[in-house]
């Protein structure tokens, strides 16, 4: 080789080597880490409802295209800050994520059946007013593409939004989902198990209204402690009974009801449920952190399965499989894997359903 020849491909591989070091990171390659996207959420100063409530949007920054809406709903008389480290690692995968936190004791005077109705001033409100109080939302939603989370309380709306077909969610991520209890009874409180299943029927513990199999499918994580907040008959086990068998469902043994939610500060009322009726609201023998990682990571796996089905897709969902297959030991159960054969064997599975030019997506 000519020494000219040699120089010419010292310098290719030296601008080659230059390019890697400044190339942006790599993006994430599994459901557990955080994705490529650097998160903001936007409180709003001015009420963006007729209640006044308080409004949280969390989003990806930068001029990176718009993204799917997610409305996350919280348990009952839970703070949208105790749900922050699920709602910002979903955010950093590409999603706008939208919260609420409603007036003290709202919940038990009015019910779901009148909450429910307040969806429409708010999108109304992400369409017309927030992206001119907030410059950067400008284009960042996609509103064709929306789906509903939710904890608790919480799950049972996003459930009762999903069912109704008129706003178009493509899905649901339900945290311990709970339906009816002893404080939701009567019209104001309507079955969501019933409503998944195309029935509308009000709460009554007595006498549950009878309903069959839903055909919608939706990504559960259960408490496997229940009690009084998260009761037999009613809560993701329930859930997991009604929805369709391409549903997934996982369940953490030792999980109790409140370790789905963490307040960033000390709070009286965390604390009287988690500590004080915690015979109640059952205990748990595993920490929030540990919880709430695998109720992130569950979140991200479904919704980019919906959102964005592709080649690499599928490969995170069969690393996701594995890692769930090796936390078996540690208490954690896949109840219901709906992907097919997707597996750390055999990463492309079968029944997954991906889009001839999907390989370039994500």
Known sequence: MTPLRRSHLHSAAFLLLCAALTAPAVFAQ??????????VTYKPSRPSSPYGWK??????????????????????EC???WYKDIVDHVASWGYVIVQYTTGPSYPFMFGERKEVQYLTPLLQWLEKDAPVQEPELAGKI??????????????KLASLHYA???NNFTTAVLFDPVDCSFFAQRDMHPSAIAALAGVDAACDLNNPAPHGPSSLSAAIIGAGKTGGCNPEG????AFFETLSSQSLYIKVKEAGHMTFARPADWSLFYWILDQVTCGTCSCSNITSEEVIYEARTMAVAWLESKFWPSQKTTARLARYKERLDNLTSKGVDTIRWPFGGVSASNPLGAGVEVPADAAAVN
């Not at 969390?58 to 001029?63: A, D, H, I, L, W």
């Not at 009613?234 to 086990?237: T, V, Y």
């Open 142 to 155: 996609d509103f064709s593409r929306k789906a509903v989370m939710g904890h608790s309380r919480g799950g």
């Open 79 to 81: 703070q949208a800050s």
């Open 55 to 76: 409004v949280d949007v969390t989003y990806p920054t930068g001029n990176s295209g718009s993204f799917p809406l997610i409305f996350m709903f919280n348990g009952m």
């Open 234 to 237: 009613n809560n993701a086990d």
């Open 30 to 39: 599994d459901f557990w880490l955080n994705g490529q996207y650097s998160v």
């Open 164 to 166: 109704n077909s008129t």
